[in-house]
């Protein structure tokens, strides 16, 4: 049989750098070709073959609910109706504002803006605005977009300037980011004693997805906390990945940390491009058209957009709806590290809400230089294997994994059975 995706892939590559229109999808991490979704429904898409797949990417992490939830398809279509894009406020943007706030006590006003990078950006330039400084603290392994001034590596000492990660980024963009080692208390300690008083704010996932699934110890995030008061610097959680995904108040939530600016993205559009950035009042009033701090976007606040992530929002704000998804995930996780362990696989693996992600190796990792001393082989063994059994991981060996709603109890035993052959054969 001909490969629709390999055809597809051929054409997508004459047309697209790399055939791709952001850079994981390309396969690259893992060899072979991508596979070109049809389709999606509950937890499985359907690739140009119509082959299915189980899906634990749930497009990085947005689908909490699965694909074509009915509630939110009725809310999109309804919108769609009245009309794709307006350029001019609609009170749909002031209940969306009105909900997250709800769910995010540290948030007392919002500005929906249109993707992740674009979020960070903008509350990155609001904590410079605020504060009058210009040094930003991030760590290794935090992905915050692909804004200039956040695609850098750490400097060749400790507490050191970091250096450009990507072409097309000069030295001087990044000559005020600082990045440290992840869960570094020593090194945290140091950045802000010799450069605390110019340090405008600290970024940090506190559950690190991009790093595949790593999480900040209490330790840490406590003291990230405590450094930030007492220096006078923002500190900054970017819960793109995390917000309404690891609990109903994102990790903030699960760690009992108060940050004084919250990213939020993925879920919160429901699968929509949408996101948004917030703080206490005092804050968010920098920005205009109310201060100095300027930010703006044509499709902020778009009605499609804000109909697909109301309607989500308000699925997930139902009770019981975290305990259950967070027990699916902790029975894919448990079952995978007892089928890892029966056949002699070194395996660990953890999980908060409907994230999770695992490494194959004995320990969790906390940080991402022991991250990256993962076999990459036998990760894409694995991966291969997974894939050819119909169940769809992240092509790579750096990316959390998700489980939505509506993964069956037999979507995750198939997962299970799947993996454990793949470790019987090694």
């Known amino acids: 049989m001909t490969d629709q995706n390999d055809i597809l892939f051929e054409r997508a590559r004459a047309v697209i750098p790399g055939g791709v229109n952001s850079p994981v999808r390309a396969f690259k991490a893992v060899g072979g070709t991508p596979r070109f979704i049809q389709r999606a429904q509950g937890a499985y898409f359907w690739d140009a073959n119509d082959k299915r797949y189980i899906d634990y990417i749930g497009s990085w992490g947005p689908m909490i609910l699965g694909h074509g939830h009915p509630a939110v398809v009725e809310a ?154 007492q220096h006078g610097a923002l500190l900054i959680f970017d819960e793109v990945m995390t917000g309404f995904r690891v609990g109903l108040h994102g990790a903030q939530g699960v760690l009992g940390i108060t940050p004084d600016l919250t990213v939020l993205g993925k879920v919160i559009g429901g699968g929509m491009p949408l996101a948004a950035f917030g703080g206490p009042r005092a804050i968010m009033e920098q920005l205009a058209p109310l201060g100095p701090v300027y930010q703006a976007g044509t499709l902020s606040g778009n009605p499609v957009a804000t109909a697909c992530g109301l309607a989500t929002l308000k699925e997930i ?96 035993a198939a997962t299970i059975a799947a993996a454990r052959d793949i470790f019987s054969k090694r």
Request: with cysteine; proline share 4%; aromatic share 8%.
């Open 76 to 229: 999109v279509q309804k919108a769609v109706l009245e009309g794709f894009s307006y350029g001019a406020p609609t009170e749909r943007e002031i209940e969306l504002a009105e909900a997250i706030l709800a769910l995010v006590p540290s948030m007392e006003m919002v500005r929906l803006v249109s993707s992740g990078t674009e979020a960070a950006m903008s509350a990155l330039r609001l904590a410079r605005g605020a504060t009058g400084r210009k040094t930003i603290v991030k760590f290794e392994g935090c992905y915050h977009g692909h804004a200039d001034a956040l695609l850098v590596k750490a400097g060749s000492g400790l507490a050191t300037f970091g250096n450009p990660t990507s072409a097309g980024v000069p030295p001087e963009v990044v000559q005020h980011t600082l990045v440290l080692e992840y869960n570094n208390l020593q090194q945290l300690e140091e950045a802000f004693a010799l450069h605390g008083k110019d340090i405008a704010c600290l970024m940090i996932e506190a559950i690190a997805g991009n790093m595949n699934f790593v999480r900040a110890t209490p330790e840490f995030a406590k003291r990230c906390r405590e450094l930030c008061t």
């Open 317 to 412: 704000s139902k009770p019981g709806f975290y305990e259950a998804l967070a027990q699916k995930t902790r029975t894919l996780v448990d079952g995978l590290k007892a089928a890892a362990a029966a056949e002699g696989q070194p395996f660990n693996a953890d999980s908060e809400g409907g994230m999770f992600g695992f490494f194959l190796m004995n320990e969790l990792p906390q940080n991402y230089a022991t991250v990256m001393t993962t076999d990459n082989a036998q990760f894409n063994a694995l991966f291969h294997g997974l894939l050819d059994r119909g169940v769809y991981i992240a092509p790579a060996l750096y990316e959390a994994g998700f489980v939505s709603a509506a993964h069956s109890e037999d979507d995750i």
